[in-house]
């Protein structure tokens, strides 16, 4: 199985600043590299597929990059609902891996 | 708009099975996949497997082969997965969600939680 590792697990940043989220694959996936935001309570939602591409109704201040096994979500301006937990997943081959989440809490 | 509706939690015995049903709506429910992926208290999320509602065709992940089992309802648009030999580390809520795309998870139902307990 692929396994994904995400950095760091837990991060304090305040409304207004830009975080960066980092995901590795230990094995190349291309760009099949997807970012969820999950609220507690909630279902997880999709931000970001293949890598890069903002998916439909999601803010601009998110953005994706990488290839290969190195990826980041960014969040360019941290708004008061953003604050939650992110997983990267890869769509390269089953079984679909997860990461372990980081949990971006208010500073 | 699409929805994936989910049945009541559930309160099993160590041993025992249960099945979540997962009803879809606002779609052509033959034309998208469903995964079902899973979250146990505080932890991270995980892939159980996927099927195709058209045929009904399955794929699993080697963890659950032999305990899960998913199939689908055309009539009622509805899939359901069965988890078998239940143990206290099968608690968790257990999501069912449309594949878009390349193994992507577009959509989710609300969850439901299987909490194993004696």
């Known amino acids: 199985d692929i396994q994904m590792t995400q950095s760091p697990s837990s991060l304090s940043a305040s409304v207004g600043d830009r975080v960066t989220i980092t995901c590795r694959a230990s094995?190349?996936?291309?760009?099949?590299l997807n970012w969820y935001q999950q609220k507690p309570g909630k279902a997880p939602k999709l931000l970001i597929y293949a890598a890069s591409s903002l998916q439909r109704g999601v803010p601009s201040r998110f953005s994706g990059s990488g290839f290969g096994t190195d990826f980041t979500l960014t969040i360019s301006s941290l708004q008061p609902e953003d604050f939650a937990t992110y997983y990267c997943?890869?769509?390269?081959?089953?079984?679909?891996?997860f990461g372990q989440g980081t949990k971006l809490e208010i500073k | 708009q699409v929805q994936l509706v989910q049945s009541g939690a559930e309160v099993k015995k160590p041993g025992a099975s249960v099945k979540v049903s997962c009803k879809a709506s606002?779609?052509?429910?033959?034309?998208?996949?469903i995964h079902w992926v899973r979250q146990a208290p505080g932890q991270g999320l995980e892939w159980m497997g996927i099927i195709n509602p058209s045929g009904g065709s399955t794929s699993y992940a080697q963890k659950f082969q032999g305990r899960v089992t998913m199939t689908r309802d055309t009539s009622t648009s509805t899939v359901y997965m069965e988890l078998s030999s239940l143990r206290s580390e099968d608690t968790a809520v257990y999501y069912c969600?449309?594949?878009w795309g390349s193994g992507l998870f577009d959509y989710w139902g609300q969850g439901t939680l299987v909490t194993v307990s004696s």
């Open positions: 094995q190349s996936i291309n760009s099949y």
């Open positions: 969600a449309r594949k």
């Open positions: 997943q890869q769509s390269f081959t089953t079984p679909y891996t």
């Open positions: 606002g779609y052509t429910f033959n034309s998208y996949y």
